[in-house]
């Protein structure tokens, strides 16, 4: 079975514009969360969405959106790129609700260059 | 969720076992702990968790205290795969785990 995939792997933006980062979870599971992670930094939590609605958001501002669709899979849209914004956007499904113990499973991530 | 304090990091040679120490003195009775790593350039990778009993699957084991106050993830025969960044999180039973609080964890160089 596929594992959670990302996309794109890379991308370059420049300040202002907007970005939507896909994730595809893997097959059976309903709850996807994002994560952003600045280098030499863990991953800070941003969103989870649980049956297409969020169940958590983290400490970001207005401007980081996300939705999740019938068949599961999420978009993470971030509009008006800052310089700040640039790191690497992991994705992370699991299978149980939320409240429940269990593992996610990341993606290998989309990596945002903002210039 | 209570806070965790790892080590920067930790240097262990190619087949020995690599104890990571974790504290989270805080830590509540119905929270769990979690390890997670991530390998240069990938998404993090679950490893293993427990609440109070000590856990062992096929990559480590977990020794939790019997205070809770602390636990170690035990990697028992390390190999140049296992350098990673490893995560300890600590995790409350009535949050959701899609919600991970990551710190700055460990470096773990295995060297041959």
């Known amino acids: 079975d596929a594992g959670v995939t990302q996309s794109p792997t890379h991308l370059i933006k420049t300040r202002g514009q907007h970005v939507t980062l896909r994730c595809s979870p893997i097959?059976?599971?309903?709850?996807v969360s994002w994560y952003q992670q600045v280098l030499g930094q863990g991953p800070q939590f941003i969103f989870q969405?649980?049956?297409?609605?969020?169940?958590g958001r983290g400490n970001f501002p207005d401007r980081f959106s996300a939705r999740q669709f019938p068949n599961y899979s999420s978009e993470l849209n971030v509009n008006a790129l800052l310089l700040g914004d640039s790191a690497l956007y992991l994705c992370?499904?699991?299978?149980?609700?939320?409240?429940?113990?269990?593992?996610?499973?990341f993606g290998e991530g989309s990596r945002l260059t903002v210039l | 969720d209570a806070k965790t304090t790892q080590p920067t990091s930790m240097d262990c040679a190619e087949g020995r076992a690599a104890n990571l120490p974790c504290n989270h003195s805080?830590?509540?009775?119905?929270?769990?702990v979690y390890w997670y790593r991530q390998i240069h350039s990938q998404g993090p990778q679950y490893i293993i968790h427990g609440l109070k009993n000590n856990e062992t699957n096929e990559m480590a084991s977990l020794i939790i205290t019997e205070d809770r106050k602390s636990s170690t993830l035990i990697l028992p025969h390390a190999t140049l795969r296992d350098t990673a960044v490893y995560y300890c999180?600590?995790?409350?039973?009535?949050?959701?785990?899609?919600?991970?609080?990551f710190g700055q964890g460990t470096i773990l160089t295995v060297h041959p």
């Open positions: 097959s059976g599971h309903k709850s």
């Open positions: 992370a499904s699991s299978e149980g609700v939320p409240g429940m113990t269990g593992e996610l499973f």
């Open positions: 969405y649980y049956e297409k609605e969020e169940r």
């Open positions: 805080t830590i509540s009775g119905n929270e769990y």
């Open positions: 999180i600590v995790l409350g039973g009535g949050t959701s785990y899609g919600k991970l609080t």
